[in-house]
């Protein structure tokens, strides 16, 4: 009896067979599909939804509308429009003995997805996948099972009209048992990517016997220099705040030079409008204190924290040196930002953050793979080793290489 590991297999082998006009036909139907089978997504969404409270930070990040269904397709439709990422010749060369080596872009093969309550995710990943070769076991969460459901439904039924195997996309139980298996299935599986919080990562890292890479858990600090220009910051520490608070790239630590530290009312006025607490360090809080609504002093536990929430704590620091420092200290080495102008200020955060993206007067909200002209992201890598930052089709290649010849022996 056949397994969903060995299915993966072979339909991952059966996609080295497929030309990229037919994967881009794919995509485009799976859009249009999307669109048209809007309202049987969101009835799926729905039932999830039923079951999470409203003020659970997940709930978004679960909440499907018609609106975020068009920018899904939307995004499907990106990736259909890209170059495809397979059979580049990254490196050619004749040695001197006639043989000829080429090094290509190919497919991982089989990539495991585990991710947390974010149906928009299958979709995604599943564009990625397909459009890089790959064929994807997707593990989603118990909080997003049925909408999950739906969408692979959509996903299989489009493969199914242009004859191609239904197992380039397999969706596991929500299950626990299931996750052991994905994370186990050496041989079948050659890559494992989990999204979601600093838990789901850590427990990936430590229980999988596949290779993981690393995305998600995002620490995210802006520092408000010295030489900061007031006007630019308020928005940049606004938006990157309030825009979707359930998301990695959301602002978590606003680290402020103490010689602007009184124009920290102004600064955090309209997220008041949001109703943000503050976790206010002792410089911080006598400032605000009376001035700010929502405040709170800080402890250790304000600082390293992902809040997935309308909540973030405030660091104030005497020098960008100790700026840099408290960076280093609680970074999860997603996305870090400088608010200044002073150039030097700017090139030495620049050289001294180790950060998968450094932003210089720009929210860290752009952190996404669309964002960044990719067409969209299979998740945000925070490690160092193959991949950094937002992870699409070229970071789901590996390469091998190719050797020609006319019959050349080695003495």
């Known amino acids: 009896m056949k397994t969903w590991q060995s299915n993966a297999v072979q339909a991952s082998r059966s996609l080295n067979l497929i030309d990229d006009k037919t994967i881009n036909q794919v ?22 939804l039923s079951k999470m409270e409203r003020s659970n930070p997940l709930y978004d990040r679960l909440l499907l509308t018609k609106e975020r269904m068009e920018g899904i397709a939307s995004d499907i439709r990106n990736v259909a429009n890209l170059p495809s990422p397979l059979g580049k010749i990254k490196m050619e060369t004749e040695r001197p003995n006639g043989m000829k080596i080429s090094k290509i872009s190919v497919p991982f093969g089989v990539i495991g997805i585990i991710y947390e309550a974010r149906p928009n995710v299958s979709f995604d990943v599943f564009s990625l996948c397909l459009k890089s070769g790959n064929a994807c076991v997707l593990k989603g969460g118990t909080d997003a099972h049925t909408s999950n459901t739906a969408i692979v439904s959509l996903i299989k039924e489009v493969l199914i009209k242009h004859n191609l195997d239904e197992h380039i996309v397999s969706l596991l139980p929500a299950g626990r048992e299931a996750t052991a298996d994905l994370l186990n299935a050496v041989g079948y599986v050659d890559m494992i990517i989990p999204r979601g919080g600093k838990g789901l990562i850590d427990f990936v890292r430590n229980n999988s016997k596949i290779p993981v890479i690393e995305t998600g858990a995002g620490i995210c600090h802006t520092y408000f220099d010295e030489f900061a220009d007031f006007d630019k910051g308020k928005p940049i520490i606004f938006n990157a705040k309030t825009r979707r608070v359930s998301i990695c790239n959301a602002l978590d630590c606003l680290v402020i030079h103490s010689k602007r530290i009184n124009e920290l009312p102004a600064l955090c006025h309209d997220l008041s409008q949001k109703n943000v607490l503050i976790y206010a360090d002792e410089r911080a809080y006598e400032v605000l204190q009376g001035q700010y609504p929502y405040l709170e002093k800080a402890d250790e536990s304000s600082f390293g924290t992902e809040f997935l929430d309308y909540k973030m704590s405030i660091k104030t620091v005497d020098s960008i040196e100790e700026a840099i420092d408290n960076i280093a200290l609680h970074s999860s080495k997603h996305s870090e930002c400088i608010i200044s102008e002073n150039e030097k200020n700017i090139a030495y955060f620049d050289k001294m953050v180790d950060a998968a993206c450094i932003y210089t007067n720009v929210s860290t909200a752009f952190t ?44």
């Open 27 to 48: 995509l485009i139907d799976l859009a249009d599909l999307a669109i048209e089978r809007t309202d049987y997504i969101l009835e799926a969404n729905a039932e999830d």
């Open 368 to 411: 996404d793979g669309a964002q960044f002209g990719l067409g969209a992201e299979i998740g945000i890598s925070t490690q160092k080793l193959h991949a950094r930052g937002p992870m699409a089709l070229e970071e789901l290649c590996s390469y091998k290489w190719i050797i020609k010849g006319e019959g050349q022996t080695r003495p």
